[in-house]
């Protein structure tokens, strides 16, 4: 859906975000922040309301989730 619906801002903030948690692959708190800054730029670009809560449980469960698979 954000393909489908992204603008071209959406777009080179999704790049940039991108970019930030392939820059930070050896940085397990920066790699966090970074793939969090990724979805969200991500489920904002779909432009569906639905996605808007869902995003904002993800941003409290991914960080967890992001921690316990980055120790192996």
């Given at each position: ?29 920066a ?17 569906n ?24």
């Amino acid at each position: 859906m954000a393909a489908r619906h992204a603008l071209p801002e959406d777009r080179e903030q999704i790049a940039r975000d991108f970019q930030a948690v392939v820059d930070a692959c050896s940085d397990d708190e920066a790699r966090i922040k970074a793939n969090l800054a990724f979805n969200t730029s991500t489920y904002l670009a779909t432009r569906n309301e639905f996605f808007c809560p869902i995003g904002h449980m993800l941003l409290i469960s991914l960080p967890k989730m992001f921690r316990i698979a980055s120790r192996g």
